[in-house]
Nanobody, 128 residues
């Protein structure tokens, strides 16, 4: 059984920062990749950043240099983080963490394929 719970969202002004957290509970511990996605109103869900079991990372072009994905190795990767700096109004969205237990998610990221477990989301609102 897999459970993901996000936190850390909120409202900030343009140029501000937020740090999202995701508590990951997986009784099997069979997760190849973990990622953050976001979905703005009226738009499709899109990948933001992904991290592999070995710490390799991938970012969508729109957030490169501003967002940093990380995981807490001290707790056996049971926490996933997204540090978001220089936030802009276009970053406003519901942010979701997700895990891939199929092993194919890395190749399709920032697409959704392979990411079969999702949290309930945390809202990020950036005002100009």
């Amino acid at each position: 059984q897999v459970e993901l719970v996000e936190s850390g969202g909120g409202a900030v002004q343009s140029g501000g920062s937020l740090r999202l957290s995701c508590k990951v509970s997986d009784s099997t511990n069979k997760m190849f990749f973990r990622a953050w996605f976001r979905q703005a109103p009226g738009k499709e869900r899109e990948g933001v950043a992904a991290i592999g079991d070995n710490g390799s990372t991938k970012y969508d072009e729109s957030v490169k240099g501003r967002f940093t994905i990380s995981q807490d190795s001290a707790t056996n990767k049971k926490f996933l983080y997204l540090q978001m700096n220089s936030l802009q109004p276009e970053d406003t969205a519901m942010y979701y963490c997700a895990t891939d237990r199929s092993g194919v998610g890395w190749d399709y990221f920032p697409g959704l394929r392979g990411f079969g477990h999702w949290g309930q989301g945390t809202q990020v609102t950036v005002s100009s």
